[in-house]
């Protein structure tokens, strides 16, 4: 069942393939543009074309200022294979040459140089642009994701204690267990979905993300349910602590995933 609802829900709608409290690897393509390789001081309008068989089309679009166009997808798998640069300055319209983005070795940084015949030249860059902050941004969704899925699952856990009609004063154990197994096992399945989605890098990009999210949170389910059995196994058998773990993390995959995609388009 929990791989039928992982699959509807990562094919069926485009935002709940973004819409998990489970890790997820973001994007931002930064380029740096200059004329002529002199910096450009005002402000001008830049899109990304993702080219496919049937042409290129608009895919995102950003402001630019000093020179730095950002470009941010929630998701990696998001980001165009074949793309090209699309600029709008005083007036005039530039598109560059075709850019080749790879999953297996992303690369983040583009030197763009617009130069006297109007050609646009791209080219890779290991410079990372002032006030980039790529590892503080994984790290504040990693803690929002976090209290997310603790306060999702928290509310879960509640409903089914009232519902079997377990004492108040035995909630207590039940809520830390929860508590401490989501503390220890957010961090881990992070870890493992990064390390099966290198893995899994030369798969489609869309089958290498399912692939790795159905593994990572079958491990969620799977740990919590036993931490849960193993400490409380006077007022929970195991068979309620499997039920109770698919439908924490069912919770905290759709209601956090839409509120933690939410919260970072906001910031």
Known sequence: MLLGIFIVLLTASPMLVSADTSPHLGATLYFHVTYNNQTITENFSARILACRETGCEYDNGALCINGICEFYYYRIERVPKQMELSISLNGENFTSDMINFLWTEPILFYDVDINVSNKVIVNPSPKVPPGSDQGSSLWISFFIALALTIIIELVVLIIFLKKWKIKTKKWKKPIWTVVIADTVSVPL??????????????????LGALSAIIIAEAFAVVSEAYCVYWLNKKIINLRRSFILSIVMNIASFIIGGMVLAGLLVLM
């Open 189 to 206: 399945v992070w870890l493992i979905f990064f390390l099966l989605l290198a893995a899994f890098a030369m798969m489609p990009q869309l």
